[in-house]
């Protein structure tokens, strides 16, 4: 295990390839790690995560206005507290539970079997690029509203949107190219927006469009927002969380056979792949006033990231923390997908992801209907396997292999 020197940093191509071999140490000595290239705090421990987390009067998202808000063309969820936050995040709530999410079911079910049907009779798909990428915009566009056939010019703004929100370091001309995505976007959902108005339909942008909060409609801007927010949010985490979750089960070939005899583990091996490899590994707070973590002061005005991989593998909140187990009896897994879940995969507090069930639903619909067709399924010959990734982090891809299904014998939609 790599030792911790005062020279280590988060930003180091070292840490990048591998981040999880230096958490232990940063736990244990460096609790608190400053970055001076980008002054900012590093928290590693469960404990220090989850107080950020809950604090609210303490920690604020004050630091997203620079980090979200250009890109997001107006304030996101996150920035949001009080009564405002309480309404807007019903809205979308609304759209992503009960009854609006059995009928996203059936709307996964399909893009899923419409999207996987080439690659089954050849015997070969790469689980991110030819899949689930591809898969959690599609859902996406469809909780939204958002025609499908645009997908690729959408999935292309969105991915500069993501990277001005999760890069620690943009040059001046990705920059630029961040913002351009920005703009266009905004451009494309304007119109939208404006017949959503006019003419709403059963999805979210027209119940974003006809929602009053405090008796107000809010603004084609304050919808774009959300929109935006939606957008990046939910495709994300999602598609990674997919790739992650069968990385890991065919690296534990007993642990794919019993998932694959009994589909009701599905939950518990979803909820510690996000345990496990998280794929929001950093969020960002900052420090309202002087803050003592570890007896380290971290001074009002900072900001503050906390290193949710690292507080997943902390031994005082999981027992054997860097052990893929899904029968482990500290995950539980029906609060996992909760405001009382022990991991941090989701944040916790007033923030947690508003997506939960919905991620849980869409990751288990898929896997349900993939693991029966992957008779034999491994990784491709020759593929080495690399992740990427500092704030959102996943597989760069995952071409498996599998026996070939015959055309027609198609996924259980
Ligand atoms: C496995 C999949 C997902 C993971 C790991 C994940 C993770 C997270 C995390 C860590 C946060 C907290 C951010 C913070 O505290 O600042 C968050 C917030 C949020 N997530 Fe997710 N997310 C996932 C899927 C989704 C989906 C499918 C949606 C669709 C609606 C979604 C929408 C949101 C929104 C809108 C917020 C902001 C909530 C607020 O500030 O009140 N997420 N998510």
């Not at 232990?24 to 980008?38: K, N």
């Not at 927010?229 to 056979?257: C, M, R, S, Y």
Request: hydrophobic share 45%.
């Amino acid at each position: 295990m790599p030792v911790v020197s005062p020279d280590f940093s988060v930003l180091s191509e070292d840490f990048a390839a591998s981040p999880y071999r230096w958490f232990a140490q940063l736990r244990e000595r460096t609790p608190v790690h400053y970055e001076p290239a980008i002054d900012s705090y590093f928290l590693s421990r469960h404990e220090d995560v989850q107080r950020v987390l809950t604090d609210h009067e303490a920690f604020t998202t004050e630091t997203l206005q620079v980090r979200a808000e250009p890109v997001m063309r107006g304030p996101v969820l996150a920035q949001m507290t009080g009564a405002e936050h309480t309404a807007k995040r019903k809205i979308v709530v609304r759209s992503f539970t009960g009854g609006a999410l059995q009928h996203q079911v059936r709307a996964i079910r399909s893009n899923a079997a419409e999207l996987m049907a080439p690659f089954l009779p050849r015997g070969r798909m790469d689980l991110v690029n030819d899949f689930g990428r591809p898969l959690a915009i599609h859902v996406t566009l469809d909780v939204l509203g958002l025609d499908k056939k645009d997908w690729l010019q959408v999935a292309a703004w969105h991915s500069g949107v993501a990277e001005f929100i999760t890069s620690m370091t943009l040059t001046p001309e990705r920059r630029r190219h961040c913002l351009d995505c920005a703009e266009r976007l905004e451009a494309y959902l304007l119109p939208v927006i404006e017949r959503r108005r006019e003419h709403p339909g059963d999805d979210l942008i027209s119940r974003l469009c006809t929602a009053e909060f405090d008796g107000i409609a809010m603004s084609d801007h304050d919808v774009t927002a959300l929109i935006i927010n939606v957008l990046a949010a939910a495709t994300e985490p999602a598609d990674k969380t997919l790739a992650l979750l069968f990385k890991h089960l065919i690296d534990h070939p007993e642990q794919l056979a019993q998932v694959r005899r009994n589909p009701d583990l599905l939950p518990a091996a979803i909820a510690e792949t996000l345990r496990y490899t998280p794929p929001v590994q950093l969020i960002p707070r900052q420090a309202e006033g002087d803050a003592v973590f570890a007896g380290i002061t971290v001074p009002a005005g900072a900001t503050v990231f906390c290193m949710i991989g690292a507080a997943n593998r902390d031994p005082e909140a999981f027992t054997a923390p860097d052990t893929f187990d899904i029968h482990r009896p500290d995950l539980g897994t029906a609060r996992s997908f909760t405001a009382a879940a022990q991991h941090l995969a989701f944040g916790t507090g007033l923030h947690q992801c508003v997506g939960t069930a919905f991620a849980r639903a869409e990751i288990e619909t898929v896997a349900a209907m993939l693991l029966p067709l992957l008779d034999g399924v491994r990784f491709s010959p020759g593929f080495r396997y690399r992740e990427s990734g500092l704030y959102t982090r996943g597989p760069v891809a995952l071409p498996l292999d599998f026996t070939p299904v015959p055309q027609g014998a198609t996924a259980r939609e």
